[in-house]
């Protein structure tokens, strides 16, 4: 309901339910305090905050004010029952997110989580939904297990009108707490840290062994573990024969490496030699094979606990494949299981 005044002596008022909006000209505005944040936009050069919610009017506002179009400014008078967008963005969002999460101030009704590490998002999808279905307030995030960079953001909370009723934010903090009490404490948005892994890697084929052609594989595979904090510690050579290839394996697990990575002589082919060699050497095998493209011919395995994987040739050349997907999963100390080799399929299909 709005309520209008046409002989301009009495300031509009403007009803969202119980709350009250109440416009008073800038020039009458001096000591009072803005209802909502006003934002500037000049093309090309800026856009951001002017002015925050709160902020108290002073006479040198008023120029700036009358420059962005705003010859009147609203007072906000908050019904029962009722949250300004502000509030319950951050609301929402200290109730989801995990301590170690940093939170902007909330800024036209939205809050920001960004991690502080680099690390691997932790989302529950069904919290996600839950609140969205609330309606009149949203949460937006990253997908679960996503690689996340410090400082960027993983989650959003926003307030889609200006006034949100407080039973809503209030479901948003009821479901998180239920999520902590089953996930001992944890919260339903957080980052888990990566270990600093060494691993040992094995370049077959009797073509890279005998020096015939350069090795690429030992550059693509340093450089992914590299800008995730790991490293490949050492770097050998094996030709197409399964029992050198096996006795290699046994080499690196006695050096004690946190992983094992078999790179060449993954596919069908009579004379590639690694997935049986993977197996001779002792590995359960997890999945040979991935629904996921690139990347389907990856195998996955322990040894006593150590990962083991062998890579296929994809891994030197496409940016993104099934390994770029368990890599981090397991730097963040997952175990690799069945059903999580399955799950790939689903949004796999990403080559050409």
């Given at each position: 309901m709005?309520?209008r005044?046409?002989?301009?002596?009495?300031?509009?008022?403007?009803?969202?339910?119980?709350?009250?909006?109440?416009?008073v000209?800038?020039?009458?505005?001096?000591g009072?305090?803005?209802a909502?944040d006003?934002?500037?936009?000049i093309?090309?050069?800026?856009?951001?905050r002017?002015?925050?919610?709160?902020?108290?009017?002073?006479?040198?506002?008023i120029?700036s004010?009358?420059?962005?179009?705003k010859e009147h400014?609203?007072?906000?008078?908050?019904g029962?029952g009722?949250?300004?967008?502000?509030?319950?963005?951050?609301?929402?969002a200290?109730a989801?997110?995990?301590?170690?999460?940093?939170l902007?101030?909330p800024?036209?009704?939205?809050v920001?989580?960004k991690?502080?590490?680099?690390?691997?998002?932790?989302?529950?999808?069904?919290?996600?939904?839950?609140?969205?279905?609330?309606g009149?307030i949203?949460?937006?995030?990253?997908?679960?297990?996503?690689v996340?960079?410090?400082?960027s953001?993983?989650?959003?909370?926003?307030?889609?009108?200006?006034v949100?009723p407080?039973?809503?934010?209030?479901e948003?903090?009821?479901?998180?707490r239920q999520?902590?009490?089953?996930?001992?404490?944890?919260?339903p948005?957080?980052?888990?840290p990566?270990r600093k892994l060494?691993a040992?890697?094995?370049?077959?084929?009797?073509e890279?062994?005998?020096?015939r052609?350069?090795?690429?594989f030992g550059?693509a595979?340093?450089?992914k573990?590299?800008?995730?904090?790991?490293?490949?510690?050492?770097?050998?050579?094996?030709?197409?024969?399964?029992q050198?290839i096996?006795n290699?394996i046994?080499?690196m697990?006695?050096q004690g490496?946190d992983?094992?990575?078999v790179?060449?002589g993954?596919?069908?082919?009579?004379?590639?030699?690694?997935p049986?060699a993977?197996?001779?050497a002792g590995a359960d095998?997890?999945?040979?094979?991935?629904p996921?493209l690139?990347?389907?011919?990856?195998?996955?395995?322990?040894?006593?606990?150590?990962?083991?994987?062998?890579?296929p040739?994809?891994?030197?050349h496409?940016?993104y494949?099934?390994?770029d997907?368990l890599?981090?999963?397991?730097?963040?100390g997952?175990?690799?299981?069945?059903?999580d080799?399955?799950?790939?399929?689903?949004?796999g299909?990403?080559?050409?």
């Amino acid at each position: 309901m709005t309520e209008r005044y046409e002989d301009g002596l009495e300031p509009e008022v403007i009803r969202h339910g119980s709350t009250v909006l109440k416009e008073v000209s800038v020039h009458d505005a001096v000591g009072l305090r803005l209802a909502h944040d006003l934002t500037q936009i000049i093309p090309g050069q800026f856009k951001g905050r002017l002015f925050k919610k709160g902020h108290l009017i002073a006479e040198a506002d008023i120029p700036s004010l009358l420059d962005i179009g705003k010859e009147h400014i609203y007072i906000l008078e908050l019904g029962e029952g009722e949250l300004h967008e502000d509030d319950a963005a951050n609301t929402m969002a200290r109730a989801l997110a995990d301590d170690g999460l940093n939170l902007t101030e909330p800024h036209e009704g939205k809050v920001s989580l960004k991690s502080p590490i680099l690390g691997l998002a932790q989302i529950d999808k069904e919290i996600v939904d839950a609140v969205n279905m609330l309606g009149e307030i949203a949460l937006a995030t990253v997908k679960q297990h996503a690689v996340v960079q410090a400082g960027s953001p993983i989650a959003a909370t926003r307030a889609i009108p200006l006034v949100v009723p407080k039973d809503k934010v209030a479901e948003v903090e009821r479901l998180a707490r239920q999520y902590r009490l089953r996930h001992g404490g944890a919260a339903p948005l957080s980052v888990r840290p990566f270990r600093k892994l060494k691993a040992g890697l094995l370049t077959t084929g009797s073509e890279v062994y005998q020096g015939r052609i350069v090795d690429k594989f030992g550059p693509a595979v340093a450089a992914k573990l590299n800008a995730l904090g790991s490293e490949v510690a050492e770097q050998r050579f094996a030709p197409d024969n399964r029992q050198f290839i096996v006795n290699e394996i046994h080499f690196m697990l006695s050096q004690g490496y946190d992983m094992i990575l078999v790179t060449g002589g993954m596919s069908v082919d009579p004379d590639d030699r690694t997935p049986g060699a993977i197996r001779a050497a002792g590995a359960d095998i997890v999945s040979y094979g991935t629904p996921m493209l690139p990347g389907s011919m990856l195998l996955m395995g322990y040894i006593n606990g150590i990962p083991i994987l062998g890579l296929p040739g994809c891994v030197m050349h496409d940016p993104y494949t099934s390994f770029d997907v368990l890599l981090p999963r397991i730097l963040a100390g997952d175990t690799i299981k069945r059903e999580d080799i399955i799950e790939l399929g689903y949004g796999g299909l990403l080559g050409r």
